[in-house]
């Protein structure tokens, strides 16, 4: 099953390919500049799960009193405290877990492209550069990809991960929590090729253009408030 994906995926990537390639015959552009329309790609077919948490982020954002003064209330009946947060949820129409599913998917999907560029025949058979990179299917001599990976995806992760500066332990809990994940798949960035390195950094590059835009645009005017 999953070889058939990787298979299809490949048939996919060389089929886009072969289209960049007829109008920028050059394989060195063409293949960089697939690879960042696959991202396009991607993120377009995405992007419903990508609004629904950038707006359930905002949300939670704005509704950090009045769940504090609910786990102040109750702070002595846990049940109590948990069906109140629960009935907030309702009355605002959210589910917080729907906010980070895009990041959950984010990952299969970065291991389904590392897996395609493993695979992919052209990336492995020919040396093929982009931008500073003189082997897409090599690791980044220069560790370009894996600092860039770190702060796009620190970035990526601020715009994602509600921060209130009501709540001072939480906000910092939540700082550090995005700090470590963005290390951490900086370091992955680090032992994987070029061509998963670009997928990641341009992924989060996207991602925050499209969460600044929703934020700027869609829900610029967007009242939070109860059903």
Not at 8 to 13: H, P, S, V, Y
Not at 81 to 93: A, E, S, T
Request: proline share 5%.
């Amino acid at each position: 099953m999953f070889d058939s994906i990787i298979n299809l995926l490949i048939k996919g990537f060389e089929g886009l390919h072969d289209l960049v390639f007829k109008v920028i015959p050059n394989v060195n552009l063409s293949y960089g500049i697939t690879i960042i329309l696959a991202i396009i790609i991607v993120k377009v077919i995405t992007l419903p799960l990508h609004i629904k948490q950038v707006k359930t982020t905002k949300i939670l954002q704005k509704i950090q009193p009045e769940l504090q003064k609910i786990q102040a209330k109750y702070k002595s009946d846990p049940q109590k405290q948990q069906q109140q947060i629960l009935q907030l949820y309702k009355d605002y129409k959210i589910n917080p877990l729907s906010g980070c599913l895009p990041t959950f998917i984010q990952l299969p999907i970065l291991l389904l492209f590392f897996q395609l560029f493993l695979r992919l025949p052209g990336l492995q058979e020919n040396t093929i550069s982009f931008l500073w990179i003189p082997n897409l299917a090599a690791k980044d001599p220069y560790f370009i990809l894996p600092i860039l990976a770190v702060v796009t995806g620190f970035l990526q992760g601020k715009l994602s991960i509600p921060v209130s500066d009501d709540n001072k332990a939480q906000a910092q809990q939540n700082r550090v929590m995005n700090i470590v994940l963005s290390v951490m798949l900086g370091v992955f960035t680090i032992s994987v090729s070029s061509a998963v390195g670009i997928y990641y950094v341009f992924s989060n590059i996207i991602s925050i253009i499209i969460s600044f835009t929703i934020n700027k645009v869609l829900l610029k005017d967007e009242e939070v408030t109860k059903k």
